[in-house]
């Protein structure tokens, strides 16, 4: 596999929040001892499985940050009391921190006003026709402050677009031309492929600007394990080059001492000549 990938800065200039820090403060810590934060059902299928493991890998591989980070695979989002969660099946959240004390129940799923904002990325991996991506949850994505909604359609349930990037506006979404995230300073490309022994064509992959893949700690591996044996050969190269060099050099010795044997052997100085 031949990837090659510039990993990308988000710096803390291109951070945008969906409500202040003060506001989410100011708002009391609602009763969530009823909740329903697990509900034990599977993710829909192996592709859904296996690019979200693609999408949360790549990025705590891959992405460089100055500010901390939390990307989740089908994890809820909780943005109103008494409301029922939305479950992405990838979420990306900027300047937030994964929470340590996973036995209190308000650290195992991502509460808004715990966490103090809005998750900048939701992604949804559609597997069936079913599941409202295209209808309710543009409202529901946009009452939870989510800045990017994104559709990954792989199989085209949906409609002819295989990936479809919304940006929050005021009162809604737009759906951009590309798929660069430029708030976050992260883009999203498709990406013919294989991972983890399975090739695919249709790869749902973070980039950088210049549409470098964020490679899997796999990748890297694999990456450098190529330039190791590149570096290899190179050296292998140049050392049969030097032992080449080296033979010549004997040759050309050997040469010019039969050469000068034959002048001294006729009554002639070489050193003379």
């Excluded at 959240?93 to 004390?101: A, F, I, Y």
């Excluded at 295989?162 to 929050?168: D, T």
């Excluded at 050296?235 to 080059?241: C, F, G, H, L, Y």
Aim: glycine share 4%.
């Amino acid at each position: 596999m031949n990837v090659t990938t510039t990993s990308p800065n988000i710096s803390s200039s291109s951070y945008l929040s969906s409500s202040s820090e003060t506001e989410w403060e100011l708002m009391p810590e609602p009763d969530i001892s009823e909740v329903v934060i697990e509900d034990e059902q599977p993710v829909d299928n192996l592709i859904s499985e296996k690019q979200q493991r693609l999408l949360t890998s790549s990025a705590y591989s891959s992405l460089n940050v100055e500010i901390p980070f939390l990307v989740t695979a089908n994890v809820g989002l909780f943005y109103a009391e008494k409301k029922p969660p939305l479950v992405p099946d990838v979420m990306l959240s900027l300047k937030v921190k994964c929470p340590e004390d996973w036995s209190q129940k308000k650290n195992r799923s991502y509460f808004t006003w715990n966490f103090g904002k809005s998750p900048e990325i939701a992604i949804e991996i559609v597997s069936n026709k079913v599941g409202n991506e295209l209808g309710s949850k543009f409202k529901n994505y946009l009452d939870a402050g989510v800045d990017y909604y994104v559709i990954f359609d792989p199989l085209k349930y949906l409609s002819k677009n295989v990936l479809q990037v919304y940006k929050k506006q005021v009162s809604s979404y737009q759906l951009q031309e590309d798929y660069w995230l430029e708030a976050v300073n992260l883009g999203l490309t498709l990406w013919s492929g294989e991972f983890e022994g399975q090739f695919y064509q249709q790869w749902l992959r973070w980039c950088d600007k210049s549409g470098n893949i964020l490679l899997t700690g796999d990748e890297k591996f694999e990456l450098e394990k190529q330039r190791a044996e590149t570096e290899k050969q190179r050296a292998e190269t140049e050392k049969q080059r030097a032992e080449t060099e080296k033979q010549r050099a004997e040759t050309e010795k050997q040469r010019a001492d039969h050469l000068a044997q034959i002048l001294r052997e006729q009554g002639i100085d070489p050193d003379l000549i």
